[in-house]
């Protein structure tokens, strides 16, 4: 619980303090997109398959501690620095490097022993993490084509 407490301090802070390159409106609409897509997750491959859970197999109101304290914190962090007009090879690396540091994170989260698998591994977390993060600045990229037209 130490490790979780611990980076949720450290991410909320590093989110509220950093330079912000996106709007609050963008954060905010980011931040909803990115919990509606974890909890849709979450009820499919926790909720029907058991393939993971957060700190007992039985869904429990102390799950939303990972999912409010880490997650906004996380997307707000990644959008943030994601340049949605760089060059492709830029966007790679960028969401190569996020998916390494939320390996080694996941890594560091089953060793804390609040997140635990139940059929899941690692490398579906590999094969995941490149398309959620794509999904995630394809989320920013809709919102801020929105706020274009917005009078």
Known sequence: ??????????FNLIAIFMPKYITKYE???????ALLFQTLTDVFLNGKYH????????????????MFGLYPAFNTIYLNYYVL?????TKVW??????????????LSVQAGYFSYNGWKL????LCYPIIY?????SL????SLTKYDL
């Open 94 to 107: 960028y969401i190569l490097r996020w998916v390494l540091f939320s390996l080694a994170f996941e890594g």
């Open 51 to 66: 393939l993971y859970y957060y700190f007992s197999i039985e869904i429990n109101w102390i799950s939303l501690i990972p």
């Open 85 to 89: 007009k760089d060059k492709w090879t």
């Open 123 to 126: 490398w579906y977390s590999a």
């Open 141 to 144: 990229h809709i919102t801020q």
């Open 27 to 33: 954060i905010f609409t980011t931040i909803l997109f």
């Open 1 to 10: 619980m130490i490790f979780l407490i611990s980076s949720i301090i450290i």
């Open 134 to 138: 794509v999904i995630l600045a394809f």
